[in-house]
């Protein structure tokens, strides 16, 4: 049976700083591509899957936080967590202002908090054993899901087709420095379910269930988003077609580029560490806005 792969050395001098960075969202278009809606409300899916998402990320995390006997590791996880939950809030911002401008986006949120609490949460009355188990399993769905999220972040980090397009540039600093901390962490959940089992079929297993799960939530929440926005009427729907072409032109990530990173995830000498640059990341994550303020307060 395969194995996964030991981390790099390189990894072990990782050391993961929160930045508690605030946004202004006061002047921000409901199109923050400027006569884009599919594109702009693509990308805005990020808003209604994150707060929940990452919210129940911290949780798993916390609940593996005392399976962990490596204390390099440990601090990982513990900067992982810190990180995670001011992205939640940052993304929770977005939706709070669009909700002000008239698109509601809680009937999909309230969706979507049902899937990770009740669906994916802790399940009361499970023995020792069962409960950890089932912490080693949702740590390989986050694992997973962290995969994409490093793509993501890639991707935003070399986008430069939304600063031709002109989008809003406070969001375009949220998406950059949310990016190069996805990537600068995107060893952290592989390496917390290679510490708490290291064998091939969990890490597969998770990708099995993530991956389609995450294409599904999606599409429907771009249809959604499509749906509400009260400046469309109803009048655009999202297709595949239309995604690609604004893939092309460097508005939204290559599909096929997505589906090629997901396979390389199923090599058994996989590791996040050959994903993305940490030093593309650190050198963003110094000049953003944001964090910078929020490193000098």
Do not use: C
């Amino acid at each position: 049976m395969p194995r996964s792969t030991p981390a790099p050395a390189v990894h072990h001098d990782l050391v993961l700083e929160p930045r508690d960075v605030q946004f202004d969202w006061s002047a921000l278009p409901l199109h923050w591509i400027p006569d884009e809606p599919v594109a702009t409300h693509v990308i805005n899916v990020l808003h209604l899957l994150l707060p929940e998402g990452e919210r129940w990320f911290v949780e798993v995390f916390k609940q593996a936080l005392p399976m962990i006997t490596d204390e390099q590791l440990r601090e990982e996880v513990l900067g992982f967590i810190g990180q995670e939950a001011i992205h939640a809030e940052a993304h929770q911002e977005v939706l709070d202002h669009l909700l002000g401008q008239g698109l509601d986006p809680r009937p999909y949120v309230r969706q979507v908090g049902w899937l990770f609490r009740r669906v994916l949460g802790e399940r009361p009355g499970l023995t020792a054993a069962q409960r950890r188990e089932s912490v080693i399993e949702r740590v390989a769905f986050v694992a997973a899901i962290e995969h994409f999220t490093a793509f993501l972040g890639n991707w935003a980090l070399n986008s430069p087709g939304l600063d031709r397009a002109q989008a809003d540039p406070t969001m375009l600093d949220l998406l950059r420095w949310h990016g190069a901390e996805e990537v600068e962490h995107r060893s952290v959940a592989f390496d917390l379910l290679n510490h708490l089992d290291p064998g091939y079929l969990r890490r597969v297993r998770g990708m099995l269930v993530s991956g389609p799960m995450l294409v599904h939530l999606w599409v429907r929440g771009a249809r959604f988003m499509l749906a509400a926005d009260p400046l469309l009427d109803g009048r655009i729907k999202p297709t595949w077609r239309e995604a690609h072409l604004n893939a092309k032109r460097g508005l939204l990530p290559d599909l096929r580029l997505l589906a090629r990173s997901a396979a390389r995830y199923f090599n058994p000498g996989y590791h996040p560490t050959r994903e993305g640059s940490s030093s593309q990341a650190l050198g963003y994550l110094a000049t953003s806005p944001a964090a910078r303020a929020a490193a000098a307060h």
